[in-house]
């Protein structure tokens, strides 16, 4: 199951922080929330958040400085931010804009509207590499198609071993220990045995080698630390 996305809502009016909660949840987002802006920078710090509704008028920091911040930190630099403001001049949303935020709504705004652009931030927040290509050596993943080829081979692929080769290829060079594969293909809310990644590693290694292993081994297997997709073959 996958995790919805969290909206963090920072806005110093009740009413209005209510409304948005309710209408987000309707929608099925988790929602967290911010009263002024250092309480936004320490939530968002501690919930990491998928997508930011940032009031410009706040206590202690304003929503431009909150914004400012949130750019120039690694864990929210890339976090969509709507900024939700009573300013409607043109050089305050250019303001605002230039600060980082990606959308900007006037209030009083309209609540189907503000989904529709919630919606679409986030999906334009999406991995790129989801919907292009992914190439390692001589393996080529379509994303789009849902296809794998080896030196112009077609690689058949069941769900789990798609999404494990995916992964890998992603994340070439880099040993990823068993809960780690677990928690990044599986999820954290799915409990599969640690051994179960073996047995699907032994999957892809059998589809990617061919049925009389000619092809080099691409899967490394780092003892007592986990596997990784890189061109060393003495493991």
Known sequence: ?????????????????????????????????????????????ERKPDLAL???????LSGIEVCRQFRRKAATRDMPIIMLTARGEERDKIRGLNTGADDYMTKPFSIPE???????LL???QPVAEKGSLAFADIRMDLAAHRVTRAERAIHLGPTEFRLLQFFMGHPGTVFSREELLNSVWGPD??????????????????????????PDLIRTVRAAGYSLDMDESA
């Open 1 to 45: 199951m996958m995790t919805k996305p969290l909206i963090l809502i920072v806005e110093d009016e009740a009413a209005l922080a209510t409304m948005l909660r309710y209408n987000l949840e309707k929608d099925g987002y988790r929602v967290c929330e911010a009263g002024d802006g250092e309480e936004a920078l320490a939530v968002a710090s």
């Open 54 to 60: 940032l009031d410009w008028m706040l206590p202690s």
């Open 114 to 120: 503000l989904m529709a652009r919630v919606r679409a």
């Open 123 to 125: 999906r334009r927040a």
């Open 190 to 215: 799915i409990y599969v045995e640690p051994r179960t990644v073996d047995v699907h590693i032994r999957r892809l290694r059998k589809a990617l080698n061919g049925d009389n292993g000619a092809e």
